[in-house]
């Protein structure tokens, strides 16, 4: 795989951290591809931003930019110098003038997507069951533990401010579609990767897989990496 000068950075979601890419970093560093996770505070969507471009700054050359779940709204409004490739990971893609909130809300969730509120201090936290009934049904036992005892919470600031003009409408994107993801449904994730005119690819996997199902992850990311090459 041609890898030369090309970065990969990663952007976890909500209810996660950098931990939550560590199999797909493994499987990329054996390529010898040069990726990195961004730290994401998750406390406004400005911020987010903010953080992903001072990790976008600590890189070289061209990137890839993959993110996770409500870091699709993230990686679309990064600094663009750059980035030629965004990789959407069962991701939400708000368009510009619309809030995260939107197109996670756009059609009724999962019966057994968690209930979400934010508490006193206006931060949604993931209920710990829903690690195992709707986040990552098919972790395991203590993949499930971890990512519960890391999980970080997302502010409402994050969601119920309006997007600006994403990337994917200037840069080329793929989509990973999960069939099984109980989080964000699949038919949102496909209504969102059609719109964007995504490379799309489909797969029986829950809302997190760059933990329960990494090689499917680290394949569409290869296959952005490899696009590079032959532009």
């Known amino acids: 795989m041609p890898t030369k000068d090309v970065s990969v950075v990663l952007a976890h979601g909500a209810w996660a951290d950098g931990s939550s890419w560590a199999a797909v970093i493994a499987a990329l560093k054996k390529e010898s591809v040069e990726v990195a996770a961004a730290p994401l505070p998750l406390t406004s969507l400005a911020d987010d931003v903010a953080a992903l471009n001072r990790s976008l700054d600590r890189t070289d050359g061209p990137i890839v930019l993959a993110g996770h779940a409500y870091a699709g709204a993230v990686i679309a409004l990064a600094r663009p110098e750059r980035v030629r490739a965004l990789v959407y990971v069962t991701a939400l893609a708000p368009d510009e003038g619309e809030k995260v909130a939107d197109v996670f809300y756009r059609l009724e969730l999962h019966p057994q997507a968690p209930k979400l ?6 931060l949604i936290w993931l209920p710990e069951g829903a690690f195992a009934t709707a986040f990552a049904q098919n972790a395991s036992t203590d993949q499930r533990a971890v990512l519960a005892a890391v999980q970080r919470p997302i502010s409402l600031n994050c969601i119920t401010v309006p997007a600006g003009r994403p990337l994917w409408k200037d840069v080329p994107s793929w989509f990973l579609i999960a069939e099984d993801d ?3 449904v699949p038919e949102t994730q496909r209504y969102m990767a059609e719109r964007m005119k995504a490379e799309t690819k489909t797969h029986a996997v829950d ?24 532009n």
Do not use: K, Q
Request: aromatic share 0%; with cysteine; glycine share 6%.
């Open 207 to 230: 809302h997190i897989p760059s933990v329960t199902a990494p090689s499917v992850v680290v394949e569409i990311i290869r296959d952005a990496i490899c696009s590079l090459a032959r």
């Open 182 to 184: 109980r989080m964000i």
């Open 117 to 122: 509120a934010p508490d006193g201090n206006g």
